[in-house]
Structures are given as C-alpha cells and as structure tokens.
T-cell receptor, first 114, second 111 residues
C-alpha cells in the first residue's frame, strides 16, 4: 500500500498567487481530512470529507481557502490569493470510517508564501 | 472551548529510563483518545487508542492510561531508546466527529 500521497512536497510562492495542494488517500478509505501545522498553532483541522462530501469546514480560516473532493481517490486544497501567514505544513489524512478511526497521514506539503 | 494540553517543553531523559508524557483536556468527555508519533518532516503516525472504559492499554514498550475523572491520559515508554526521540501527540474527538490534536511533546532520549 502506497499510503496517503501528497503533492507537491514543497511549494514556494509569492503573495497573491494561487496555490493548489493535492492529496490521494489510501484506496478504500472513505474519509479524508486536511490539517495545517504551524509552530504557533500546532495541528489544526481545516476540513474533512466523508464519501466525497464535505462534512465540516469550520476550520477553514478564510474564504481564500477552498477544498474539493471530486472522487474517492483525489482531493485538492486551494488558497487564492495566498498570503505569508498561510505558510505552514499542510497534511492530508485518510481513514475508513467505522468509529474510533485512526488516521493515516501523508508526508505533508511545506508551503512558503513570500 | 475545548482545550487539549500537552507539555510544550521538551522532555529529555536517559536511555533505558521510562518516559512519561501527559495529555490533559477540558470541557469534553471523549469516548476514546489516541496517541501519535511525529518525526521531523513526516506526518503523524498512529500508536495507540484507549477507550473511556479502559484504564490502561499496552503495546510492546508503550503504555497508555486514561483517567476520565481527571480528564487526563498518560503515555509511557519503558526502556526508552534514542530511536524513540520524536514528538508525541495526543488526539481526541471534541465533538466535530474528527480528531483534534494537542500541540505535542518533544521527547529526546540521550544515549
């Protein structure tokens, strides 16, 4: 099993640019989560999907952030326009929802907005 | 609001000793609590889950306790090794039907 695959591994962009982060969950998993990690705020839940449907997006910081899951094997997190305070590591995680789910994380995308 | 607190200061111990990490939470009664390990540049990796009706759970050199009265979980690593050096995160469902994580405690095991 390849695990959760995220791309790109690193992203450096300039303020105002659009950034798209990608995630391929583990095959067969039906829940997908986007987290953001910073030194100041730790690991924060941004949004999660169940069976491709967004369930809770209350952690999305602003309207500049959007996430989609067009099918069971792909999700994107988009920031438009990006700002320096968006710099963080963005993690995608997936699980098979049966209760008490343990999460499987990808290696993350290190985003730097200059 | 829900708070999950872990000791933000790094824990330094000698190889062979037992490391004990603490996770405290407030304003919620989770049905279970999970512990993860995170190495630099990597995503968190699941270690153990303990349910509210379980006092203790063990896995090899790892032991987790869960005191729902104190609203606290303790995570122990016995016979610690330098390879155990990492950040350890606790996580629980705070009502969003998804895991909320503590800020983590960095463990450094000295040879």
């Amino acid at each position: 099993d390849a695990g959760v695959i995220q791309s790109p591994r690193h992203e450096v962009t300039e303020m105002g640019q659009e950034v798209t982060l990608r995630c391929k969950p583990i095959s067969g998993h039906n829940s997908l989560f986007w987290y953001r990690q910073t030194m100041m705020r730790g690991l924060e839940l941004l949004i999660y999907f169940n069976n491709n449907v967004p369930i809770d997006d209350s952690g999305m910081p602003e309207d500049r952030f959007s996430a989609k899951m067009p099918n069971a094997s792909f999700s994107t997190l988009k920031i438009q326009p990006s700002e320096p305070r968006d710099s963080a590591v963005y993690f995608c995680a997936s699980t098979l929802t049966r209760g008490e789910e343990k999460l499987f994380f990808g290696s993350g995308t290190q985003l730097s907005v200059l | 609001s829900q708070k999950i607190e872990q000791n933000s200061e790094a824990l330094n111990i000698q190889e062979g000793k037992t490391a004990t990490l603490t996770c405290n939470y407030t304003n919620y009664s989770p049905a279970y609590l999970q512990w993860y390990r995170q190495d630099p540049g990597r995503g968190p990796v699941f270690l153990l889950l303990i349910r509210e009706n379980e006092k203790e759970k063990r896995k090899e050199r790892l032991k987790v306790t869960f005191d729902t009265t104190l609203k606290q979980s303790l995570f122990h690593i016995t016979a610690s090794q330098p390879a155990d050096s990492a950040t350890y995160l606790c996580a629980l469902d705070t009502g969003r039907r998804a895991l909320t994580f503590g800020s983590g405690t960095r463990l450094q095991v000295q040879p």
